[in-house]
């Protein structure tokens, strides 16, 4: 790998940000824009998405729905493309650090829609009023999907793309930067138009997705240099030590996947073990790590590494109170081992009172009955033995049932709930007589 191929595939480059931020124009910075899609992860898109167009087209309504998907993920593409310029970012996005873990369903469709929409739409005027009323709902189509995509990827509100005074606006303060940007759309889908059954139609669609990706990358460097003038809600902001320290973190979490890997591959599952409970240092964001860790692990079917970096990750969620989440990531680990409890024992006490609180009943029993099997006679059973006593008054109603359950709790005198142990054993034992 040359030295140029080994910087295009950097999550981050200083330099090349500060290139791009420091640009005198647009159409002095055009040549590096027009290199973008056949850099570094752009290039792979490029060829992947431009090849599967083409196999696509060649299929009837199994095909069609295939073309959708495409389009959705293709979109999810572009959004990244179109924000990390906008932050002032000029290498592209890679395709393994996170970009599809939490994909924007919502607009996906929107993508979806939109280029079926104005497909179906052409199509339909074709057969009825002729090529020439197709070609110019198709040009519409054109002109305005830069301006959709890139107010998709930069506005809160995903409604906004569809407001024509957005759309409008975004046309008129980006100026000759979207014509030309629709210009060379226009040119790419006009080429495929003309190739498609020929055996050239291949090199149309790559050129199609390369056009896409090069236009999203302009408009994202529009939006960065004139996000005064766009009234817009745009994303934009210089690198901070915030984000900087954020991709080094994601690079540090590849690093350790591969080094996991590694281990795994020449069976060495306990130095891999090892490996996740070394204490990471220097995160900017410790619970992301270790949940984006989790969700690595899982997806790779590591049960027992899973659990072991479940444990972690439920210790940074309960210490950041943030119990919903906590719940599941329990939830899922118990599913993959029955016998799961995270450490210190007082994790799943607060876990088990999160669970009742929530009404979550069925992870709360899960959680009561495995503990208290494996801990009988400790202080958290005792608490937990006393939640259970009240779910089975409070929710269905069972008083004979709670009394059974109190009742060995009353020699536990020195417990801090034993006045509630012991007012609630009173309370119902009257009730009962």
Request: glycine fraction near 6%; aromatic fraction near 8%.
């Amino acid at each position: 790998m040359s030295a140029r191929e080994a910087r295009d595939v950097r999550l981050h480059d200083p330099e090349a940000d500060r290139r791009m931020a420091g640009a005198a124009s647009t159409w002095r910075y055009l040549p590096s824009i027009l290199w973008y899609p056949l850099r570094g992860y752009a290039l792979f898109i490029v060829v992947i998405m431009g090849g599967l167009l083409y196999v696509f087209t060649l299929g009837g309504l199994l095909a069609i729905a295939a073309i959708g998907v495409m389009l959705g993920w293709l979109g999810q593409y572009l959004f990244c493309v179109v924000q990390e310029t906008a932050l002032g970012h000029a290498i592209p996005p890679a395709l393994d650090t996170g970009i599809y873990a939490q994909p924007q369903y919502g607009r996906m469709l929107m993508v979806i829609g939109y280029g079926l929409a104005f497909f179906q739409l052409a199509h339909f005027i074709s057969q009825a009023q002729g090529h020439q009323a197709a070609i110019a709902v198709a040009a519409a189509g054109v002109l305005l999907f830069p301006a959709f995509v890139v107010l998709l990827a930069l506005e809160d509100n995903a409604l906004s793309a569809l407001n024509p005074l957005k759309l409008g606006g975004f046309i008129f303060h980006t100026g000759g930067a979207y014509v030309f940007a629709c210009l060379v759309l226009a040119g790419a889908f006009g080429l495929a138009w003309v190739l498609v059954g020929h055996i050239a139609d291949v090199l149309a669609y790559l050129l199609v997705i390369y056009c896409i990706i090069m236009a999203c990358h302009l408009l994202g460097f529009t939006a960065h240099r004139r996000h005064d003038r766009l009234n817009i809600a745009v994303m934009v902001a210089r690198p901070s030590d915030e984000s900087r320290g954020l991709q080094a973190q994601r690079e540090e979490l590849q690093a350790l996947l591969r080094r996991v890997d590694k281990l795994l591959a020449m069976n060495n599952a306990d130095a891999a073990r090892h490996l996740l409970l070394v204490e990471q240092k220097d995160l900017v964001n410790p619970r992301l790590f270790h949940e984006e860790l989790f969700e690595a692990l899982t997806a790779r079917r590591q049960d027992a590494l899973s659990l072991v970096q479940g444990e972690q990750l439920l210790r940074q969620l309960v210490q950041a109170k943030r119990f919903d989440r906590a719940l599941d990531i329990h939830e899922r680990c118990l599913d993959i081992a029955g016998n799961f409890e995270p450490r210190p024992a007082a994790e799943c006490v607060q876990l088990a009172e999160a669970a009742f609180q929530a009404r979550r009943f069925a992870l709360f029993e899960r959680i009561i009955t495995g503990f208290t099997a494996r801990h009988p006679g400790t202080p958290e059973t005792v608490t937990l033995r006393f939640l259970q006593a009240r779910q089975l008054q409070e929710i269905k109603h069972d008083d004979a049932g709670a009394l059974a359950i109190l009742r060995p709790l009353l020699h536990a005198q020195s417990h801090p709930l034993h006045a509630r142990i012991t007012a609630l054993y009173t309370a119902l034992s009257r009730l009962s007589s």
